[in-house]
């Protein structure tokens, strides 16, 4: 990308289609392991495609190392989502080998613990306003737990049972920080004038700004309750399995502004994932579980032949050179 850099300097929007390209196909190669392992992906619940290029929100739950690279996968399916995607991450992956990409491709990275949570909420809201808004980002991934399962569970139910909240096993509560920020950046712009009006006591007359669309409840169930790791997906070492992504669709203007009212909807999302994977994992499906059935829901599978996982590389390659030639001649 260094060699890039005078296209960044001279033609901005050039640059970030030609990173955005990059992005997709480094993605697609971490896709690729999960494929040849065998590790499909069976995706249920709400259509998702109404939303692919609209500006959404993601939300998921999070147990281990391996649902980055699952959700990488499951978006690799789905065209123009990987180039116009931000992830919000722990502070710690910036140091890891694939920490260099997403500061490259403006990924945020948030800052754990008590002592700093203002200071890297404050820098958020300004990675939204300079890098989401700008780049014309679509989808947004967060973790709201913060941390793996096994490791925040322990300290989740000592705060549930001190603050008289429900007691979970297979999520953790999660925290409302960073989405309450998100929201009062790029929450339905209705409630963002009003909230303005009511400060200022007049009418708002600024020109609309970007706003989150959707919400993308995403709950992600390994079999058996045993996740999936990103070293057991690089390997191959564990036998071919499915993991089972189940989708939920909120619009945002559903989702309460006020502090206390969106920790509530929060925390009900998630008392609604610990009802579903405790059904998965006595049953082994999320059918039957309240909001898996009806019209709107439905179920597709990732997955790719063994002779496609061979050839699908060189085709990709061929394809990506085609895309990349064209790419300088199409309108800005």
Request: hydrophobic letters at 40%.
């Amino acid at each position: 990308m260094m060699l890039l850099f005078p296209v960044k300097v001279y033609q901005p929007q050039v640059y970030w289609r030609i990173e955005g390209l990059f992005f997709h196909w480094l993605l697609a190669m971490v896709s690729m392991w999960t494929w040849s392992a065998g590790y499909d992906i069976i995706e249920q619940g709400d259509d998702i495609q109404q939303i692919i290029n609209e500006k959404t929100l993601v939300i998921a739950n999070h147990q281990s190392t391996g649902d980055v690279p699952i959700l990488m996968t499951t978006f690799n399916a789905k065209p123009n989502v990987l180039p116009n995607l931000m992830w919000i991450m722990d502070r710690v992956f910036k140091f890891t080998n694939f920490g260099i990409v997403s500061i490259l491709h403006q990924d945020f990275f948030i800052v754990s613990g008590r002592k700093r949570r203002e200071e890297s909420l404050k820098q958020l809201e300004k990675h939204l306003k300079e890098s989401y808004i700008p780049r014309d980002r679509k989808w947004m991934v967060l973790f709201p737990e913060g941390g793996f399962l096994c490791k925040r569970r322990e300290t989740s139910q000592k705060y549930a049972k001190k603050n008289n909240l429900p007691i979970l096993e297979n999520v953790t509560l999660p925290r409302v920080g960073a989405m309450q920020m998100i929201f009062d950046t790029l929450g339905p712009i209705s409630s963002r004038n009003m909230q303005d009006q009511q400060l200022n006591c007049r009418p708002n007359m600024t020109v609309a700004k970007p706003e989150i669309s959707w919400i993308l409840d995403i709950t992600i169930a390994y079999p058996q309750g045993k996740p999936l790791d990103l070293p057991t997906i690089i390997t191959g070492s564990r036998s071919p399995c499915e993991t089972v992504l189940f989708y939920r669709l909120f619009p945002s203007s559903v989702v309460p502004r006020e502090p206390e009212q969106l920790s509530k909807w929060l925390y009900d999302r998630w008392v609604e994932k610990e009802a579903l994977l405790e059904h998965f994992y006595k049953y082994g499906t999320f059918l039957g579980t309240k909001g898996s059935d009806g019209s709107g829901s439905k179920s597709n599978e990732v997955r790719y032949p063994c002779l496609k996982r061979t050839l699908i590389p060189m085709r990709t390659t061929l394809m990506n050179m085609c895309e990349l030639s064209n790419l300088a001649s199409k309108p800005l």
